[in-house]
């Protein structure tokens, strides 16, 4: 069984910052990647950033130069640093681990960027 345990959302004003947190416990290993999903209301789920087991990522272009993806080996953990945040930035935000069993999903952490 694995679990995804997200945290750090909350309500910022534009331009602010905050850390999202997922910590992957239960039976890990053989990891693909580790990566963030969004979804605002009324819109699908997308792709934020992930990282791969050899440390290379990618981003949506929306969040290129403003968000910064990382991960804890040792702690089976992915951080999402967010800068310059903008009201578009408003969603739920999803962990998304991805192991050659299968991928695994928390249940997200409200964003919302609102002055």
């Known amino acids: 069984q694995v679990q995804l345990v997200e945290s750090g959302g909350g309500l910022v004003q534009p331009g602010g910052s905050l850390r999202l947190s997922c910590a992957a416990s239960?039976?890990?290993?053989?990891?693909?990647?580790m990566g963030w999903y969004r979804q605002a209301p009324g819109k699908q789920r997308e792709l934020v950033a992930r990282i791969f087991s050899g440390d290379s990522t990618n981003y949506a272009d929306s969040v290129k130069g403003r968000f910064t993806i990382s991960r804890d080996n040792a702690k089976n953990t992915v951080y999402l640093r967010m800068n310059s945040l903008k009201p578009e930035d408003t969603a739920v935000y999803y962990c998304?681990?991805?192991?050659?069993?299968?991928?695994?999903w928390g249940r997200g952490t409200q964003v919302t960027v609102s002055s």
């Open positions: 239960g039976s890990i290993f053989s990891i693909i990647n």
């Open positions: 998304n681990l991805v192991m050659s069993r299968g991928d695994f």
